[in-house]
């Protein structure tokens, strides 16, 4: 499996990084960009392909990424994913 970040911008603009080694590099990545551009305005995105090609995102939990958020969210929102299928020409 390969393990990118979508990086929102305001929302808006996206940028793609990755692929990242394990998991714990990826979370790292994750937080240094929610330091370097700000909790409030930004939002990251795990993109996860699977040795078949297939595409799945998810969010990453504000509390996964800044510890300053501590149990305030919920349980239900770590790792909800959306599967994307993407046909190629």
Not at 22 to 30: K, T
Not at 32 to 46: I, L, P, Q, T, Y
Not at 59 to 72: L, S
């Amino acid at each position: 499996m390969q393990r990118w970040l979508i990086l929102m911008y305001s929302g808006v603009a996206a940028t793609l990084e990755g692929p990242f080694a394990d998991e714990e590099a990826r979370l790292a990545r994750a937080r240094a960009f929610r330091d370097e551009d700000g909790a409030d305005e930004h939002s990251v995105h795990r993109l996860d392909i699977d040795d078949h090609g297939l595409p799945t995102v998810a969010d990453c939990a504000a509390r996964e990424v800044d510890p300053a958020f501590g149990d305030e969210v919920d349980d239900e929102e770590v790792g909800q994913e959306t599967k994307i299928h993407v046909i190629l020409p």
